[in-house]
Structures are given as C-alpha cells and as structure tokens.
C-alpha cells in the first residue's frame, strides 16, 4: 500500500498531475473556444476594456450568443448587480461567429477590481486558482488586497463600535470544506445556507440548484473558493459573534492533493464530505496524523456501505483523534434546516475553543512552502513594494508624520486657504477699497508662499518623487496600488486608537467642550493617502 508521502506515490501523483495538467488544457482551449475567446489565451485583457462606456454598456441586454457569457457578467460585476451569476443565453441562442474587442492585455489590476466588485455582491472569491498549463496553482493575495471589510464583534455590541480592516491582513479561524469521492447532494448550496441567516437566504457559493448554476463545470476543478461571515452586532440574529472564513475546494481531494494540504495547514478544522470510504481513503487520511487541524466527516448515509464506511472511521479516529461529535450523518429522511443548525452549531464549537487565525497575507508563507505560486510575486510588484516601505516604514503616529513630513500642509496651508477663501467671498472688506483689500490680500497670499518656499523637500517626499521619476510604467502603477493599501491600513490602525480613546475620555470627561474638541480635530487629521503626497507636490509647485 502506498502512502502520499512515498517515492511510489509522488512519481504516481507527477503522473496525474501531468495528465490533469494536458486534460486541463485541452478544456480550457475547448471552452475559450466556445466563448470566441481565443486570442485572450496570449493576449490579456486590460481594465479599461471593461470600464469603456459604450452603448452596450449603457443599456440592459440578454446575451444572444456564447461569446456575449463573459462580458455579459464583466459588465454586471462592475455595476455590483448581484444577479451576474445567473447570466444565461436568450432561449434558441447557441452559437456565433466571431467577436469585437479591444486586443489589449490584462494586468493583476483587473483581477482586483474584480474581485473587489465581486465581493461587494457577497460573491464567494477564488483563493486558490488552479493553473491551466501547469500542476501549480496562485493564491489570489494581491488580488484581495483592495478589499476592505466593517464589522460589530459582540463584544463591542453594548459600546455600538465596530472594527475595520484590510481583508487580507484580518486573523480568524478558517473553516474548510472538502470533497472525498463522489457526492450526491451539493457541497456549495449546504455552505451558502449555513452562511444565510434565519432570515434571508443568499447564494454565496455557485451550485446546481441557483439559476443558471446547472451548467457542467469544466475547468473549476481544484479551485478553492472563500466567502465570510462577519458579525454586525445583533447577538439575536448573527450567526456567529466573530468573524469566520469558508472556503470550498472544487473537485475530489486525492486529485487535488496540493490544495487540500494546503487547506489543512491553513484551517482551524476541515469538514470532509463523503458517501463511502475504504482502505484506500483510510491510506490516504491517515498520512494527515501529524496534522493539528480538526478533522470532521459529513457522511451521506448510503444502505450497504455504511458499515465499511463506520468501521474505517472507528480505525481512522485514533489517528485523527476523531470524537463522535466530529461525525454528521445525513441520508434521504434527514431534516434540511435541522442539519443546517446542527452543522452551525459545530462551527460555533469549533470557534468557541481557541482555534487557529491566520490572515490571507499570512497564508503566503505556508503556501511558498507547498510551491503554490502567490500573484504578487512577480518581480514589478515586489519593487515596488520595496519602494514604499522605504516610506512607509517609521509612519507611526499619522497626525506627528504629516506635521513633520508634508509640512506645506500644515498650518501656512490652513492661512493661505482662508486668504483664498476671503478673496473669493470679500466679507471683511469693510470700508477698505475692494481693489485696495484684494491687493492686501495678494501680499498675504505672496507672504505665505515665501514662507512655504522657504521648506526643504523632506526624505520621504524625495523618495516619492524618485519612484514616480524612475519606476517603469508597470512598478508605477504597482507602487501606487501600495502606497494606497499601506497608507490606509496605517491610517485605519491610528483612528481606530483615537476612537477607543474618544470613547473613554467621554465617560471621563463628561461635557467637557474644550477636550472633546481637541480630539475631534485631532481625529480628523488622522487621514493619510496618495493624495496627501500628490497635496504636498502641487504646494511646492506653486511656491
């Protein structure tokens, strides 16, 4: 018998991969070409093929042919309506000839911006995307990065405060499911329900019971999707108090080894789906012994195979420290909200006991070691990313940095505000002259202005200059992208702070007007962004 980890079994499993890999293009060149979409196999698409304004993007249409499927949806995406998924074809429409866009080329920004649409319609997001030439597969890290998510804990629910952050930088327990052998019923529809509140049912995950979800899924084999819950303070009605991370892995787990590996390092617990499992599955699972995740089994009950089926989990629980609790059966009599509960009930446990957290960013490091690719890898956006470290590095304390590194915004750019207003309005001009006041006004403004000229460009603002001077074309944009992503997330941490402290100096304070006013100026100095730099430069220029 041969386990995962033996010289017999990674030669088979090279072998499979590169049979998975040859099937896998030749499905994907087969749906490209259904789709009319072949010259996008080498020539990517670009963002601003998808954001061009057109007369068809103006107007709502039904797709007539397969070629109008992807941007049909593109277009639906960016408009963030939550019906792109159920896109289908006028009835009668199969086939067309040819088709007109822009031969342009993608970039990694199409995908966050897409990603980003995607998740504001709580659509479930690629995490892992499988490769369509290769065995590897990408972590979607950079293309999480624009994400960013607001959300009540019950433990601020009594204060009415609430937390927000970068999605890929959040730590919460991940929760994983998976598939072992074939399946009768749908993993996706059952996670999407246990995501739903009592309340209102939302399709997080794609299944063949959604509209248009019955299409054969062709090339998703071995992709990894993740979708949230995230708590907004209503104890009655939320799910669970904190924030959780589901994710789906598309296909059976002994054809896609790699991404379940990965899953259990990353997962607080797995949940396995399955119908029946033999001595081969019990080969397979018991390698996972020195594994520290929680295992768990939903069983789809099956007359004449349950008893193979138990008595391989009674040998297999001692290895996975398997509990009785860690089994859900479930057949054709089984109640469908009851086993919802039941399975929400679990993951409540599961949170309840300390379990691992782990961010997107921090998934990075163990999905290296496994040899999954990470999108920004690549070496335009690890420049970049140096660059803006070199800034951002020593920003502590948001309202200190902007008073000594973009000091043309400080209080001379407050003064010549006013000037600048006080010319526009004229309300103190009294009996003054109005072009005798203007002319006052001028020597103000000119008199602000030497005193702007009069500061040094700071080491920070050089470094910007430098990079917007000296990067490609690509780095810049990527370097962009950063400093916005680093800046906020600096930005978010520093008001964060004020507010607790806000919140508690009111108690203290009481009423005190003077205080409060002070912290409310000083809160709203704790915005930092690109802008702020591009700010910083015009002043200089007009110094």
């Known amino acids: 018998?041969?386990?995962?980890?033996?010289?017999?079994?990674?030669?088979?499993?090279?072998?499979?991969?590169?049979?998975?890999?040859?099937?896998?293009?030749?499905?994907?060149?087969?749906?490209?070409?259904?789709?009319?979409?072949?010259?996008?196999?080498?020539?990517?698409?670009?963002?601003?093929?998808?954001?061009?304004?057109?007369?068809?993007?103006?107007?709502d249409w039904i797709p007539q042919k397969l070629r109008d499927l992807p941007w049909h949806f593109l277009r639906k995406v960016m408009a963030l309506n939550r019906t792109a998924r159920s896109t289908s074809l006028r009835c009668g429409a199969l086939h067309d000839q040819g088709t007109r866009v822009d031969e342009e080329e993608q970039d990694s920004f199409l995908q966050q911006e897409i990603l980003s649409k995607m998740s504001m319609c709580q659509f479930a997001l690629p995490l892992l995307l499988p490769a369509l030439n290769t065995s590897k597969c990408t972590l979607m890290l950079w293309a999480m990065r624009?994400?960013?998510?607001?959300?009540?804990?019950?433990?601020?629910?009594?204060?009415?405060?609430?937390?927000?952050?970068?999605?890929?930088?959040?730590?919460?327990?991940?929760?994983?499911?998976?598939?072992?052998?074939?399946?009768?019923?749908?993993?996706?529809?059952?996670?999407?329900?246990?995501l739903s509140p009592s309340q209102q049912y939302?399709?997080?995950?794609?299944?063949?019971?959604?509209?248009s979800g019955n299409i054969p899924q062709e090339i998703t084999d071995g992709l990894v999707k993740i979708s949230w819950f995230f708590p907004g303070g209503r104890k009655n009605l939320d799910l669970f108090p904190e924030p959780v991370a589901i994710t789906n892995l598309h296909g059976d787990i002994e054809s896609h080894w790699l991404q379940f590996s990965f899953l259990t390092e990353v997962s607080s617990a797995v949940f396995i789906f399955a119908e029946n499992i033999t001595e081969r599955e019990y080969t397979l699972l018991s390698s996972l012994k020195e594994s520290t995740t929680k295992?768990?089994?939903?069983?789809?009950?099956?007359?004449?195979?349950?008893?193979?089926?138990?008595?391989?989990?009674?040998?297999?629980?001692?290895?996975?420290?398997?509990k009785n609790s860690h089994m859900l059966m479930k057949d054709s009599n089984t109640n469908k909200a009851k086993f919802v509960e039941k399975l929400q009930s679990t993951i409540q446990s599961i949170m309840n006991s300390s379990p691992k957290r782990i961010g997107i960013e921090d998934m990075a490091g163990t999905?290296?070691?496994?040899?999954?690719?990470?999108?920004?890898?690549?070496?335009?956006?690890q420049t970049a990313s140096d660059c803006v470290k070199e800034i951002t590095t020593e920003i502590k304390d948001v309202a200190y940095y902007k008073q000594e590194m973009l000091r043309l915004q400080g209080d001379l750019w407050k003064s010549l505000a006013k000037v600048e207003k006080e010319m526009c309005r004229m309300r103190r001009q009294g009996d003054i002259p109005a072009e005798k006041y203007k002319s006052q006004l001028k020597e103000k403004?000119?008199?602000?202005?030497?005193?702007?000229?009069?500061?040094?460009?700071?080491?920070?603002?050089?470094?910007?200059?430098?990079?917007?001077?000296?990067?490609?074309?690509?780095?810049?944009?990527?370097?962009?992208?950063?400093?916005?992503?680093?800046?906020?997330?600096?930005?978010?941490?520093?008001?964060?702070?004020?507010?607790?402290?806000?919140?508690?100096?009111?108690?203290?304070?009481?009423?005190?007007?003077?205080?409060?006013?002070?912290?409310?100026?000083?809160i709203s100095s704790t915005s930092l962004g690109v802008e702020h730099f591009m700010h910083e430069l015009g002043q200089f220029y007009e110094a």
């Open 146 to 194: 624009d994400i960013v998510r607001k959300w009540r804990p019950h433990s601020l629910a009594e204060s009415r405060g609430f937390k927000e952050e970068s999605l890929v930088f959040m730590s919460m327990p991940t929760i994983s499911f998976v598939r072992m052998g074939s399946c009768s019923f749908s993993k996706s529809k059952l996670l999407s329900e246990v």
């Open 202 to 211: 939302h399709d997080f995950f794609i299944h063949r019971d959604m509209e």
């Open 445 to 522: 403004m000119l008199d602000l202005r030497k005193q702007q000229n009069k500061c040094d460009l700071t080491d920070d603002l050089t470094k910007f200059i430098d990079a917007i001077q000296h990067l490609l074309p690509l780095e810049k944009h990527y370097f962009l992208k950063w400093l916005k992503f680093q800046l906020d997330h600096i930005a978010r941490g520093n008001l964060s702070k004020l507010r607790a402290e806000y919140k508690e100096k009111c108690k203290s304070l009481g009423n005190d007007p003077k205080q409060l006013a002070e912290l409310d100026k000083l």
């Open 367 to 381: 999905a290296r070691e496994l040899g999954i690719q990470i999108d920004e890898d690549r070496v335009e956006c």
């Open 295 to 322: 295992y768990y089994f939903i069983l789809n009950h099956q007359t004449g195979k349950s008893s193979e089926t138990l008595a391989i989990l009674n040998k297999l629980a001692p290895v996975l420290k398997l």
């Open 1 to 59: 018998m041969m386990t995962p980890d033996s010289p017999k079994k990674r030669a088979h499993c090279i072998m499979e991969d590169m049979d998975l890999s040859s099937e896998r293009r030749k499905a994907f060149r087969e749906v490209l070409s259904k789709l009319k979409l072949q010259k996008y196999e080498s020539r990517k698409l670009r963002m601003n093929v998808i954001l061009e304004i057109s007369s068809g993007s103006l107007k």
